[in-house]
């Protein structure tokens, strides 16, 4: 719709701005759970125990959340209850029924531990606590300067030749979330959703310097030379051009017209003949491309064998293994909740994903009416291109219970709770205002 205004300017003057943010804003809740979860979310992106010796005996990851769940706990906050929130229970319940039945429990019982436990805690953390605007925009800001970090070091990797043991891509970023190019490439497609919701909110030298932080992920994407990479970072292109056109017309095509023609140019030719590869696989040196088709082949086939409970949560390799096949993990998110949790898993993961996206969709197209949600609603249209960014990795990647999608998920429940109390304030007139209707039920 042409009023519509998620990633179009938020045309207001900086005092304007303070004065209306500060009249929206309720206080926000203590500090410290907050502040927990970004040095958390600092660690986990760019991991300085990497580069700084001896930091990593002080296990700072675990310090910094262990900091803010105690913090979250002693606040005696409740975490919100939203459609994505109980999909996000109900992937729980499906995990846990998988673990008894499953192809190797204990092995299971660690994975639950070691991954799907912390997202889930992460996402329910960042759900809460980020409870105001100003928060939201400290955390979507901080995670696309790591990701332009990130992305400058996929450069440089790729300048200097530092390369994986096959010499073909870049070794990667050494994070948990970046450690091969196609993790990092993914990374980078979900940070630059959440800063093209960031840019229209930022003025001035920020704004610039935002610009250039962008500039340097789309960089460290193509450095990656990740094929499902590419093809992420063409659809959040494109969907971010349909919602910039709406609100900012020929600007907007203007401005995606000349960034295609500066990646065209600016792309090695090596890049290219990596694309290519895409339809015709047999020209893949590697054969990945053989190797993944090969793998959800297999994948299809173990979800027919079990299709109830699956082979049980982080099984999915163990079992390929023992049969003979290849010791990796099916290279779709989708396939491998269902080979681990089931067909019934494999949905329910898959509604949890679209709940989050239908989140964030539905408090940009609530909020676009607005004027005092304006800063709102772009945030939330970031989000809500970050979800479409791991939904369309995951297809082409093994991350079904790690912390790529658990981040954009947790801000997609945040933003819901912050629109209905938003809606749900009285108008600066006085007069009442009925705010059943948009309640974050809406977002189902």
Request: with cysteine.
């Amino acid at each position: 719709m042409a009023h519509e205004i998620a990633f179009g300017d938020i045309n207001e003057g900086p005092l304007a701005y303070e004065e209306r943010t500060s009249r929206e804003s309720p206080r926000e809740g203590r500090s410290v759970p907050f502040w927990g979860l970004m040095a958390f979310t600092f660690v986990l992106l760019l991991s300085p125990q990497t580069f700084i010796p001896g930091l990593g005996g002080l296990m700072p990851a675990k310090l910094a959340m262990g900091l803010a769940m105690v913090a979250y706990v002693f606040d005696g906050r409740r975490f919100p209850v939203t459609p994505t929130v109980q999909w996000a229970i109900g992937l729980v319940g499906c995990a846990i029924l998988s673990i008894p039945l499953g192809f190797w429990p204990g092995g299971s019982v660690s994975s639950f531990f070691d991954m799907l436990g912390k997202s889930l805690v992460a996402f329910l953390l960042i759900a809460s606590v980020v409870d105001t605007t100003r928060r939201l925009r400290i955390i979507v800001g901080t995670m696309v300067g790591c990701g332009a970090v990130a992305g400058l070091y996929a450069v440089y990797q790729y300048r200097t030749g530092a390369l994986d043991p096959t010499g073909q891509r870049i070794a990667g970023f050494e994070s948990p979330l970046a450690s091969n190019p196609n993790d990092l490439a993914l990374t980078l497609n979900i940070l630059l959703g959440l800063g093209l919701g960031l840019l229209p909110v930022l003025r001035g030298g920020r704004r610039r310097m935002l610009l250039l932080a962008l500039a340097v992920v789309v960089a460290g994407i193509i450095a990656s030379f990740s094929r499902g990479g590419f093809l992420t970072l063409l659809i959040v292109g494109v969907m971010w051009v349909i919602q910039a056109a709406r609100t900012r017309g020929a600007k907007a095509l203007a401005a995606a017209m000349l960034a295609a023609a500066v990646l065209a140019v600016a792309v090695p030719a090596e890049y290219v003949g990596r694309l290519s590869t895409i339809l015709d696989t047999e020209a893949d040196p590697t054969g990945s491309a053989d190797i993944r088709w090969h793998l959800m082949e297999t994948a299809v086939g173990l979800i027919a064998e079990r299709p109830l409970f699956g082979f049980g949560l982080g099984n999915s390799r163990h079992v390929a293994s023992v049969r003979g096949g290849i010791h990796q993990e099916v290279h779709n998110s989708y396939l491998q909740a269902g080979v681990e949790m089931g067909i019934i898993g494999m949905v329910v993961y898959t509604l949890f994903v679209f709940s989050a996206y239908t989140a964030a969709r539905s408090v940009r197209r609530r909020l676009a009416r607005r004027p005092d949600g304006a800063e709102l609603a772009s945030l939330a249209g970031g989000i809500e291109l970050a979800t479409v960014a791991f939904a369309v990795g995951a297809m082409f990647s093994p991350v079904a219970y790690h912390f790529y999608f658990y981040y954009p998920a947790g801000l997609a429940v945040a933003v819901s709770v912050m629109a209905s109390r938003l809606e749900a304030a009285p108008p600066e007139d006085g007069t009442p205002q009925d705010a059943s209707a948009t309640s974050a039920e809406t977002e189902a």
